[in-house]
């Protein structure tokens, strides 16, 4: 049968051997938890959806901004005047 531990007992995690030389020597020793790999090596190792269509050109027509449009200052989309915000000039509403 297994022993039941106690979670909300205190701990201790201060030792003998954690003395500030002892650190210091410690910190030139390597560490075998420490990965050292290539992001690109990694990102290899993914296959994400879609990525067969990377080759294709996005093009988007940018349209410019009508006279009675404005930029929320928060949210940063475009509006219609009809969606400001009646106390501050460039908020739309659901940002004021």
């Not at 954690?18 to 990102?43: F, M, W």
Request: charged share 30%; with cysteine; glycine share 4%.
């Amino acid at each position: 049968m297994a022993t039941t531990t106690d979670y909300d007992a205190p701990r201790n995690t201060i030792t003998t051997d954690d003395s500030l030389e002892h650190l210091q020597d410690r910190r030139g020793e390597p560490n075998a938890a420490v990965i050292d790999a290539d992001e690109n090596d990694l990102a290899a190792a993914f296959a994400l959806p879609g990525a067969d269509q990377l080759d294709e050109e996005l093009s988007v027509a940018v349209v410019p901004m009508k006279s009675d449009e404005f930029r929320c200052t928060s949210c940063f989309m475009v509006w219609h005047r009809s969606q400001q915000a009646a106390t501050e000039p460039d908020l739309c509403r659901d940002c004021g």
